[in-house]
């Protein structure tokens, strides 16, 4: 029965499924791991758990330029293109949280549409926009859709948050002298900052990710992403196998998530859900 | 720092405006206060709207007009207006049948298996009576990590010799040679990778599942089954189509696993692999626009399926009015 009391077996049957989520989740993330501290000797003998270890594999992609041009271009792009994200996406919110103004469900709708938008269909027409303006193969080149991509997210997170700040602050503030843009400022920042920072979050999940732009509207170091050099590379000698290092380079990107993950793990679920399902 | 524009006696106007207008909607007798709400909505929202315009509006024109172009980048002197000729060419191709043959299956077949792990996962995160922190913090991980990287992780465990479930298969056993071994693999990268992300969504729509209906349930004698498919999922009706809209459009989108993985050997390549190597080895603007044209079409039909056939709301489309 439903209302029966916590038996230790369905506590054991429980914690029987729980294991299998970990495995389910974590194999994959462990073998990468895994890969990356086997010696070379001992990288095709598929042992899940390596016989020698060695930070060999690490030591060799922090002395290749290509590795360490891309994960400044990844940190770099990625934090440029939260903020802008982010920023835009709060005023837009705002507004569509608590303004009564024409456009509003044209904003809604082409946040919407956006949102859905099969991005490889940008692809072709940006690379030539792109290329004729000189974009092409620099951090605004891919800034520009990663923020453009990234609004919609932050928008719908975002007003979902601020409708669930008390109203009535506001019209307190208000009622003291406070304009709208002061009631903005004053009362419903602070209060918005945790939504605000849960929004940056999932921004910079996205833009970290992204593999097709970065693969399309670079062609150099000077704005290879990570997802985009891993791809190409080829180790540090043209005749080694590049498999440790490969992985050396996926766990070092792999960490600043696994840190959110840890860390945020609340308001990460919290921002994902209230943004895509309402009533 | 608008302090002078507006004094405290034209605010407590907005105020009592707003209130006014929340009554009998409709009338458009402006007060200042009013208008100033709208300019400031406007003005918030502008910098967002233009950015979006900008990045996807023109752009989708511009590869409209492409897409009637001869426009090869390798003779550019023959770019000609050619009306719908690239369309013909695209659709009569079979590489471009095979291509969207396999997206629509890969899309069909994660999104049905992510829907049923999704809701598994979803039950076990929202009712787990043990270490439910650990559960949801564990199965956030395959959301965030990059696609690339977790893409690389399946391509080295199918790999002869390296990989450790490559090893359990028959000693020459190459799966990711072959097209519909490829496949799953590709399947099952895509299914890893987006399950938590359809469990949230469905975690939500679960949520509102009232405890006391499921209860009344229990006690008329509903088995466990009965609950799940008569209470839990007509509930859950909304959530559940709007997760699975946003999967089935994110999925015929699938590129990452797929480059990685096979880089779209042995028919193995989605759309996007094809408009994605049109672009970068053929270099042909004309085509590879027709074929984003096609694409957008495509995604345009799905969400209109879901839409008005399923009845999905579109999220955002209630905006603010239930509250």
């Not at chain 1, 520009?144 to 109203?167: D, K, Q, V």
């Not at chain 1, 380079?249 to 209230?274: E, H, K």
């Not at chain 2, 603007?285 to 879901?306: P, Q």
Request: glycine share 6%; proline share 5%.
């Amino acid at each position: 029965m439903v209302m029966a009391t916590v038996t230790t077996g369905r506590k054991v049957r429980w914690g029987l499924v729980d294991i299998l989520v970990l495995v389910f989740a974590l194999v994959p993330v462990l073998w990468v791991v895994s890969l990356s501290f086997k010696t070379k000797d001992t990288l095709t003998d598929g042992s899940f758990i390596p016989q020698e270890w060695t930070w060999q594999n690490y030591a060799d992609i922090f002395k290749t330029s290509e590795f360490l041009l891309a994960l400044v271009n990844s940190i770099g792009i990625a934090i440029i293109s939260t903020v802008i994200a982010v920023v835009l996406g709060t005023m837009a919110a705002y507004a569509v949280a608590r303004l009564e103004f024409p456009g509003k469900q044209l904003l809604v709708g082409l946040s919407l549409l956006i949102a859905m938008f099969p991005q490889v269909s940008l692809v072709t027409p940006l690379f030539n926009i792109e290329r004729n303006l000189g974009l092409f193969d620099t951090w605004p080149g891919l800034i520009l859709p990663y923020i453009t991509f990234a609004l919609p997210l932050s928008i719908y997170t975002l007003s979902a948050f601020f409708r669930e700040i008390p109203w009535e602050l506001e019209k307190a503030a208000k009622m003291d002298g406070a304009t709208p843009a002061q009631a903005f400022r004053k009362v419903i920042a602070p209060l918005a900052a945790p939504g605000v920072f849960t929004t940056a979050i999932l921004v910079f999940i996205f833009c970290w990710n992204d593999f097709l732009f970065a693969i399309s509207l670079t062609s150099t170091t000077a704005s290879r992403t990570v997802p985009a050099a891993l791809s190409f590379f080829t180790g540090s000698s043209q005749f080694e196998d590049p498999t440790g290092q490969v992985c050396a380079a996926a766990v070092v990107i792999t960490i600043p998530i696994i840190v959110f993950v840890l860390f945020f793990q609340r308001r990460i679920v919290a921002g994902l859900t209230s943004g895509a399902v309402k009533g | 720092m608008t302090v002078q524009d507006s004094t405290p006696a034209d605010t407590a106007g907005a105020t009592v405006a707003k209130e006014a207008t929340s009554h009998k909607k409709g009338k458009p007798a402006l007060s200042e206060g009013k208008r100033a709400e709208r300019r400031l909505g406007l003005w918030l929202c502008a910098p967002a709207f233009l950015v979006m315009i900008a990045v996807t509006g023109y752009p989708i024109v511009y590869s409209v007009w492409l897409s009637l172009q001869r426009y090869d980048l390798r003779f550019p002197a023959q770019q000609k207006f050619i009306g719908f000729d690239n369309y013909g060419a695209v659709l009569s191709n079979s590489y471009w049948w095979t291509a969207f043959g396999t997206t629509m299956f890969l899309t069909v077949v994660s999104v049905a298996i992510e829907f049923v792990l999704g809701m598994a996962l979803a039950l076990v995160m929202h009712r787990t009576l043990i270490g439910r922190g650990v559960v949801r913090t564990v199965a956030l991980i395959p959301y965030g990590i990059v696609t690339v990287v977790a893409a690389f992780s399946w391509y080295y465990a199918w790999t002869p010799k390296t990989g450790y479930l490559a090893n359990m298969l028959a000693s020459d056993a190459a799966p990711l040679t072959d097209q519909w071994p490829s496949l799953f693999i590709i399947i099952g990268a895509e299914v890893w990778k987006t399950t938590p992300f359809m469990a949230l969504l469905l975690m939500a729509g679960l949520a509102l599942v009232p405890d006391d209906l499921l209860k009344a349930a229990a006690m008329d004698g509903a088995t466990a089954w009965q609950r799940f498919t008569k209470v839990m999922l007509p509930v859950m009706k909304p959530a559940i189509l709007v997760a699975l809209l946003f999967r089935t459009l994110d999925a015929f989108r699938i590129f990452d696993n797929i480059f990685v993985l096979t880089n779209g050997a042995q028919d193995t390549g989605s759309v996007s692999m094809q408009t994605y190597n049109n672009l970068v080895k053929g270099l042909n603007l004309g085509i590879g626009s027709t074929m984003a044209v096609l694409i957008f079409i495509t995604v345009a039909i799905i969400a209109f399926i879901f839409i008005k056939v399923f009845g999905t709301a579109a999220p955002g489309s209630d905006n603010g009015g239930k509250r």
